[in-house]
Antibody, heavy 120, light 107 residues
Framework: QVQLQESGPGLVKPSETLSLTCAVSGASIVSYYWAWIRQPPGKGLEWIGYFRYSGDSRYNPSLQSRVTVSVDTSRSQLSLNLNSVTAADTAVYYC??????????????WGKGTTVTVSS | EIVLTQSPATLSLSPGERATLSCRASQSVSSFLAWYQQRPGQAPRLLIYDASNRATGIPARFSGSGSGTDFTLTISSLEPEDFAVYYCQQRNNWPETFGQGTKVEIK
């Protein structure tokens, strides 16, 4: 059973860097594409980007200049760094796995999410 | 960027009734569209992929249809656990995008 668990600081100050991790269990971290998605309070879902251990990645153009992701195979963890944060980055952040279904990969397993608040 | 517009924003129905949710794309996404369900306080769950295929473990009362720019998610008979927010998502063009969601609430 594939499980994903996000973790992070909860509170980040404006202009600083948000750093999150996603622990992966039940699946080989090098075998899949992975995603980060976020959801501001009371709003809809925003795709941040997808990436793979091989280096293949794409990000939302609106966030691309501030996003860095990585894969730690020794710890089976994914990481997300988002720099120069503002209050607009306050959201629940989810990691998810892409799985080949039909003609595309779709996000079939999601973590429970971690809440990040940007405030001084 | 492809914009997905979901309607209605809110659907007020009773258990046992049929729910019909719409997702319209600003340009063709072929059939590469998914539907997700999000219950309060939970992560989204994949319901439908490639517009009309149910994901593993999804009950048969959920069905999807459409192609190109117009898509529909139908719940044939609402169960109490189906009252939630539903999002469509396209995977035909980068960046992938979500609709703004339709809330199915108890009437």
């Amino acid at each position: 059973q594939v499980q994903l668990q996000e973790s992070g600081p909860g509170l980040v100050k404006p202009s600083e860097t948000l750093s999150l991790t996603c622990a992966v269990s039940g699946a080989s971290i090098v075998s899949y594409y992975w995603a980060w998605i976020r959801q501001p309070p009371g709003k809809g879902l925003e795709w941040i980007g997808y990436f793979r251990y091989s280096g293949d990645s794409r990000y939302n153009p609106s966030l691309q200049s501030r996003v860095t992701v990585s894969v730690d195979t020794s710890r089976s963890q994914l990481s997300l760094n988002l720099n120069s944060v503002t209050a607009a980055d306050t959201a629940v952040y989810y990691c998810a796995r892409y799985f080949q279904l039909g003609g595309r990969h779709y996000m079939d397993v999601w973590g429970k999410g971690t809440t990040v608040t940007v405030s001084s | 960027e492809i914009v997905l517009t979901q309607s209605p924003a809110t659907l007020s129905l009773s258990p046992g009734e049929r729910a019909t949710l719409s997702c319209r794309a600003s340009q063709s996404v072929s059939s590469f569209l998914a539907w997700y369900q999000q219950r309060p306080g939970q992560a989204p769950r994949l319901l439908i992929y490639d517009a009309s295929n149910r994901a593993t473990g999804i009950p048969a009362r959920f069905s999807g249809s459409g192609s190109g720019t117009d898509f529909t998610l139908t719940i044939s008979s609402l169960e109490p656990e189906d009252f939630a927010v539903y999002y469509c998502q396209q995977r035909n063009n980068w960046p992938e995008t979500f609709g703004q969601g339709t809330k199915v609430e108890i009437k």
